[in-house]
């Protein structure tokens, strides 16, 4: 990989996911121009995304050589500053929030039109379509379902259940209860509510408490966060510190507060890391080095981490990793390897072994975002997205030979999250990029996969992650993009689902879940509001 293309993707790691830009007005050359690479910009600069779209930049000086909305900020110590935005939904401020090149595009435009429903659609159904007019929510499971009526598992519930993040209240369905309020009372369909007194939050249950903490705030740190809990529920985060381009981790004390180190000072290191404990509670992290286009894996010591590069495929890999740990403590690690364009299983013990995966040719733009767990036996399970097909993929070692299954076409999957049920089975919460709504799929022991939607109101689920109780039950971190907040989603044992919010401030990028003993979530996450990295815990 050349320099310049090293350099980009630096840039890129800034980023979080986010749709292809329009082309810019600036000639298709200058900052916020869409750009395929580093070729097709003035400055020789393309900002690639994490879904591996681009935006051009620019070197800069001072804030004034930047367009309205970005900024000039140095890039992991190895080049001068170049002009930096991270996008965010547009709105009209004489900003470029999403990062186009374009300020406060479609400010006079009339508000879209309803969608238009299917003619085989029920009256339910056409009801929610109607009352939607940003897109088509025409949704079905099967001839005997209603819209939203049935459960995780692909029974149809009652047909005169309540929908998707709907409550039985009095004689109808109501959503409740609303941000900030618990439910009480019920008058006819509608909720009565009484607020929750801080230090409560609204929860499933009532008015619950959320505690948040501040790791760590020192520069512009808590992209690619990725949190785990040791045996005795203490949590332990690797991130990403952008202005030094290393690799940092925090661990809990066990008095209170948090212990911070950096694990790798390369200056292009620590993007897309995933970390994992092993049984004796020690961290592994998988992570990329732009300046070697390689994975490197740190263990920790008694005296700090030990790193090494791992040498298992050849080329630029280490794109989007994903960590476990195997029953016997050998790391496993999924990853994309860029310039195959196809998706990457790295495997450790006496020596580093790798094998690439579902796909082939340079085209097949194969295993972005994985996300990988492994079930009782050790054996991987890879969920990643097929960019030429546009499709959610499920990749699986089942002793003799890996099997690939498309797991959702609709809807363009991107990012997605992994985790294996008590059935041994695969359970994933996904981003459907078309429709900006957040999914779970279920993969049922005939083989066959069910879908549910879990949240479909404004942008969501570009930002989630998935892990399951000991009943199976998913819980969901999610980034609610239009509220810019970071929400949970619960599942109850019949697969009914609530949304509740766990806190607001433009939060919930990278956010990474866990569950202790007790099943109660903790998350880290990044705040954009503060360039820092939180964590919020469930009381």
Request: charged residues 25%; glycine residues 12%.
């Amino acid at each position: 990989m050349s320099t310049t293309r090293h350099l980009a993707l630096v840039a890129l790691l800034a980023m979080a996911a986010c749709a292809a830009p329009p082309p810019s007005p600036m000639g298709g050359a200058g900052p916020g121009a869409a750009c395929a690479g580093p070729e097709t910009c003035e400055d020789g600069l393309c900002l690639l995304g994490s879904d591996g779209a681009g935006r051009c930049t620019a070197p800069c000086e001072g804030p004034d050589a930047c367009p309205a909305g970005w900024r000039c900020g140095p890039f992991g110590g190895i080049m001068g500053s170049i002009c930096l935005c991270d996008p965010r939904r547009e709105e009209c401020n004489e900003r470029d929030d999403d990062c186009d090149g374009i300020i406060d595009e479609d400010c006079d435009a009339e508000p879209p039109p309803p969608c238009a429903c299917d003619p085989g659609t029920t009256e339910r159904e056409r009801e929610r379509c109607e009352d939607d007019g940003e897109r088509e929510r025409a949704r079905r499971c099967g001839a005997d379902c209603q819209w939203g009526a049935w459960t995780a598992f692909g029974a149809c519930r009652d047909p005169d259940a309540c929908g998707v993040g709907e409550r039985g209240c009095g004689d109808g369905c109501a959503r409740c209860p609303e941000a900030g309020v618990r439910e009480t009372t019920c008058d006819g369909s509608r909720c009565v509510a009484e607020r929750c007194e801080a230090p409560l939050r609204p929860c499933a249950t009532g008015c619950c408490q959320w505690t948040t903490a501040l790791v760590d705030e020192t520069g512009h740190v808590g992209r690619f966060a990725s949190l785990a809990l040791d045996a005795g529920g203490r949590a332990a985060v690797s991130y990403y510190d952008l202005e030094r381009g290393a690799l940092r981790f925090a661990r809990e004390r066990e008095g209170g507060g948090w212990e911070r180190t950096t694990v790798d000072s390369d200056g292009t290191a620590g993007a897309f890391g995933s970390l994992a404990l092993d049984a004796a509670g020690r961290a592994w992290i998988s992570y990329y080095v732009v300046r070697d286009g390689a994975l490197r894996v740190a263990r920790e010591t008694a005296t700090g981490f030990s790193i090494e590069t791992v040498d298992g495929i050849d080329g630029d890999a280490g794109w989007f990793t994903s960590m476990a740990i195997n029953p016997r403590g050998e790391p496993r690690v999924a990853h994309h390897d860029f310039d195959a364009g196809r998706l990457a299983y790295t495997s450790g013990g006496a020596r580093w072994s790798g094998v690439r995966l579902d796909g082939g040719a340079p085209a097949n733009r194969v295993g972005r975002h994985a996300s990988l767990a492994l079930d009782g036996a050790g054996r991987p399970h890879i969920t990643h997205q097929d960019a030429t097909a546009e499709v959610l993929r499920w990749t699986h070692f089942e002793g003799s030979g890996w099997t690939h299954e498309v797991i959702d076409a609709r809807g363009t999957p991107t990012i997605s999250s992994v985790a294996i049920g008590p059935d041994g089975q695969p359970r994933v919460a996904y981003h459907a990029s078309a429709t900006a709504d957040l999914r779970l799929a279920s993969r049922r022991p005939d083989g066959t996969w069910q879908h549910v939607d879990v949240a479909t109101e404004g942008e969501v689920g570009r930002h989630l992650s998935l892990a399951l109780d000991a009943d199976g039950r998913a819980r969901i971190a999610y980034r609610d993009d239009t509220r810019r907040a970071l929400w949970l989603a619960r599942e109850s044992l019949l697969g009914a689902i609530t949304l509740e919010q766990v806190e607001d401030g433009d939060v919930g990028e990278f956010c990474s879940l866990a569950l202790d003993a007790s099943g109660r979530a903790t998350i880290a996450y990044h705040d954009a509001t503060n360039t820092s990295l939180r964590v919020a815990r469930e009381r």
